[in-house]
């Protein structure tokens, strides 16, 4: 396990506090334009997950998937980023919007989450049997991160990836949501909450114009979504409910990466900053829990997926370069 960075981080001048480099992205950092083509892979459960394809179509090139975070999708800024740094490399990239993030509310009442790793692994399975000789890897950030770690721990030595990048994990996912609740991180976790009630209200809409009543009541037995200020509130009333948890406690103790860490087998690089303004620095993981094959660079700056350096007139991206870099000398490319 390495705690040194390859590439040292310095944050651009004029966006050294974290949360400036949180809001960075998604605030001010201008559109990237690239060209999808979407799949809609069906699961088990006959619900759907749709996937954003860019790239070379060439059945041997490095494919990477990309995970986004919460209430992210194929269109955040992260994403677009990498997969359009990714094209550049001649490398293929799919974007995963996890249930009812493309633009159109799933089909069951139950929701994506931080533990969903179910899904990604029908993902994987779908992705080796369309290209089964492209060297697989994945890059989950925030909630994908996290997903991917859970995964990578479960699945051990069977994960199917070459090797997989990790960034701004919430790896205790009770503490994550304790430290969202403190000072200025009060004003994302209002942020989440207002766009996972409406993710529940586009659902529920869904449900009254297709006359789906056994999904309608389902999502009327959790209650008026009222008073849901915390994660707490939301998790306990209901993502434990929707998604087969006992309560909020359950559902952050089995879906917490932290957990899984030691049982991973694959190349993995994990990128976390020390100012991460929804981890405290007690969440993060003791280098006895990393498996040998795990790397964690941590930084002392860079906030929640921020890590933009340069300057304010030319802004530059470190996770789209040494996210890509790395990946290719785990490729021997």
Not at 38 to 49: K, M, Y
Not at 222 to 251: C, E, K, Q
């Amino acid at each position: 396990m390495s705690t040194s960075p390859v590439l040292p981080f310095s944050p651009a001048t004029g966006l050294r506090n974290p949360h400036l480099q949180t809001l960075w992205g998604p605030l001010w950092r201008k559109s990237t334009a690239l060209e999808h083509q979407r799949e809609r892979v069906w699961l088990s459960d006959g619900d759907f997950l749709d996937l954003d394809w860019s790239g070379p179509h060439d059945n041997t090139a490095p494919l990477v998937l990309v995970l986004h975070g919460l209430t992210g999708s194929s269109s955040s800024h992260y994403v677009l980023g990498l997969q359009h740094v990714l094209n550049a490399r001649g490398w293929a990239s799919v974007a995963v919007n996890w249930r009812g993030c493309s633009g159109e509310p799933n089909l069951l009442p139950r929701s994506y989450h931080s533990g969903a790793s179910e899904d990604l692994a029908e993902v994987i399975a779908h992705l080796r049997a369309q290209r089964p000789s492209a060297p697989l890897y994945a890059v989950g950030y925030s909630l994908g991160g996290n997903v991917l770690l859970k995964y990578l721990g479960e699945t051990g030595s069977a994960s199917q990836l070459q090797a997989a990048v990790a960034v701004s994990v919430p790896f205790r996912l009770d503490q994550c949501a304790d430290r969202i609740g403190l000072g200025f991180s009060r004003v994302y976790q209002a942020h989440f909450i207002r766009e996972m009630i409406t993710y529940l209200k586009n659902k529920e809409r869904h449900f009254q114009h297709h006359g789906q009543h056994e999904s309608l009541e389902t999502l009327a037995r959790l209650g008026p979504l009222t008073n849901l200020r915390t994660f707490w509130d939301f998790d306990g009333r209901v993502t434990a409910p929707l998604n087969g948890f006992d309560d909020a406690n359950d559902y952050y103790k089995r879906s917490s990466s932290r957990y899984y860490l030691g049982e991973n087998r694959t190349p993995t690089l994990i990128i976390q900053s020390r100012d991460d303004p929804f981890v405290f620095s007690h969440s993060l993981p003791e280098a006895c829990e990393l498996a040998t094959s795990t790397h964690l660079e941590l930084h002392a700056h860079g906030g929640h997926v921020g890590f933009i350096d340069g300057s304010l007139r030319q802004p530059g991206y470190y996770l789209e370069r040494r996210i890509p870099e790395w990946l290719a000398q785990q490729a021997g490319r």
